[in-house]
């Protein structure tokens, strides 16, 4: 192998980034099943050691039966996105435009209102492309900026959405079974 020939190789090896092997797809009607498991699973991991278990059983029976999930794959103001890595399904995300949002509906905008990755892919630069994907829709659709919510208990995860670019604009109440909790909420600029 020549000189070029071994640098190009080792180059190849050093700089292949994660990110060339997870692929970011629509989620079909017929995912509800996995989107269900998923959304379940990645909800407890998240936030199942501080809050009660009637909070989080509340809102999983709300938020993550297979008819609440149904109506909102079937809902054009809602995508949804599964994160792909070595044939298996790693996270998803939720985007909400028009009526959907939880906030500022009436706005050029685009919601995150979903990023979650099971714990054997984190650190997989999954919530990146998750962000790059909201961001490549909002251009896409003509929106001003994408907006979202974080838990303000969740240092982790502002200081990803800061280092992404998100500025922090306002807070709301977040509901969690019979709980109100602070969401910082956060935006990043796309025109």
């Not at 071994?6 to 797809?25: A, G, H, K, S, Y």
């Not at 809102?59 to 298996?88: M, P, V």
């Not at 896409?140 to 838990?151: K, M, P, T």
């Not at 509901?175 to 109100?180: A, F, I, M, Q, S």
Request: net charge negative.
């Amino acid at each position: 192998m020549s000189g070029f020939g071994r640098f190009f190789f080792i180059l190849n090896v050093l700089v292949t980034p994660f990110m060339e092997w997870i692929n970011i797809q629509p989620v079909a009607i017929t995912d509800v099943d996995v989107l269900r498991t998923i959304s379940i699973q990645t909800f407890i991991d998240t936030y199942g050691a501080v809050n009660t278990p009637e909070n989080l059983e509340q809102h999983i029976i709300t938020h993550f039966s297979t008819e609440q999930l149904l109506k909102e794959l079937q809902d054009e103001t809602i995508l949804y996105y599964f994160a792909w890595f070595d044939q298996q399904v790693a996270g998803f995300l939720r985007l909400n435009t028009g009526h959907s949002q939880t906030e500022l509906k009436g706005e050029r905008s685009l919601e995150i209102e979903r990023i979650y990755v099971l714990k054997a892919f984190q650190g997989k630069k999954i919530g990146k492309l998750f962000c790059d994907k909201a961001v490549s829709v909002a251009r896409d659709r003509g929106f001003d900026f994408v907006w979202l919510g974080v838990w303000e208990e969740n240092p982790k995860a502002m200081g990803f959405y800061e280092n992404y670019g998100f500025k922090a604009f306002g807070r709301h109440i977040f509901k969690l079974g019979d709980d109100d909790q602070q969401d910082i909420l956060m935006k990043f600029q796309v025109l």
